[in-house]
């Protein structure tokens, strides 16, 4: 058992709809065991119950660990490639690289910096894309376990995709079945069925994708919509029949309470609607969408329909591993649609919302009783412009000021369990 103390600041739901929602403890006690947060309250309140229990004091603001909803970690080494939208990015610059995950030393090495970077960002929590390669998924979730983590991911489906980086109905349904059988139940491991997006699978490898959903109730599914306006003309030109893009993945069974799509940048209302019904939700990832010229989502439509929303940084069209910067880029993104995005509103979005869109929300998320103790210390001090901008500021400027001009410098420490992963002052 062990305890922190320190300033705490937790969004355990939208606060939009809810603003007790945000707890906020200038001085508070945090109390773990086995990695289990067991109580949280004001320090004065609670420091007699815990009077032998250690302490460990954490300068800054101490925030729930990062839960990035939409990641590719073979494109870490194409982040900033310059050039093109969607697909034709895709094919000059992540398909050639992907290709080198058929080799499991080369999905070692990338998996290992990756999750270092996510630790070095506050991430502690995400959904990833791995490649088409079984060995993709070993590399990353070995990693993952090592580090004690928590990862989902699955190998990709793709059997329309190019040379070199395509599997088949058989192969792609035997890889997953392997994956899920070998990883199930391990450390922190969750698992997806991963179709890459409509175009790059047949309609019977959807639908086999829909059939392994329905088999494995323990799974999520994760995939891409309608994130770029020549992706969605190209899926109606296929798709002939469907109403529009998520009704494309609706036929095959993929539109469930377990499903996460990464983008919606241009959805119809039917769509959201849709997607309110099935209890499915968007990864939203604002700097994805603003790198490859995709346009910004609508959070006010997303909220007319109750959609349920996450935030993701989407590496490598992300141009950046920091959630907490990502979550400043979705106050600029919201604001070309419209809205203004509440500070506390973006920091549910990065934790417990994403938390709920992964079903990971009775461990992650909020730092309640119960939960994993995973957090992040952020340093508003981290640069002289930070430090000038939060000097004697208030709860929500100082957070909005972390949001804008925070990155992987504001984090000072990730722990994991209670345990430290990342420290600052020695990396």
Known sequence: MRAFRGEFLSVSRDPRSDPEAVRHEADGLLVVEDGVVIARGVYAELAGRHADVPVEMLPGLVVPGFVDSHIHYPQTDRIASHGEQLLDWLERHIFPAEKAFASKAHADAVAAFFLDELLKNGTTSALVYPTVHEQSVDALFEAALERNMRVISGKVLMDLGPEGLNDTLASGRAASEALIHRWRGRGRLGYAVTPRFALASTDAQLAD??????????????????????????????????????????????????????HGVHLPDRACQRLHESGAGIAVCPASNLFLGSGFFDFGQADRHGVRLGLGTDVGAGTTFSLLHTQGI?????????????????????????????????????????????????????????????????????????????????????????????NRDTP
């Open 209 to 262: 994708a829909g059939a392994l959903l329905a088999e494995h109730p323990e799974v999520l599914m994760h995939t891409h919509l309608a994130e770029n306006l020549r992706e969605c003309a190209e899926v109606a030109a296929r798709f002939t029949e469907a109403a529009d893009y998520l009704d494309a993945y609706d036929r095959f069974g993929l539109v469930t309470g377990r499903s996460v799509f990464a």
């Open 330 to 422: 979705a106050y600029q993104a919201a604001l070309m649609k419209g809205m203004a995005l509440d500070p506390f509103r973006a920091l549910w979005l990065a934790t417990a919302g994403s938390a709920v869109l992964l079903h990971i929300d009775d461990r992650v998320g909020s730092l309640e009783v119960g939960q994993e103790a995973d957090f992040v210390v952020l340093d508003p001090q981290a640069t002289p412009l930070l430090a000038r901008r939060t000097q004697g500021a208030d709860l929500a400027t100082r957070l909005f000021a972390l949001q804008v001009l925070g990155d992987d410098r504001a984090v000072a420490r990730t722990y994991l369990l209670g345990q430290c992963a990342w």
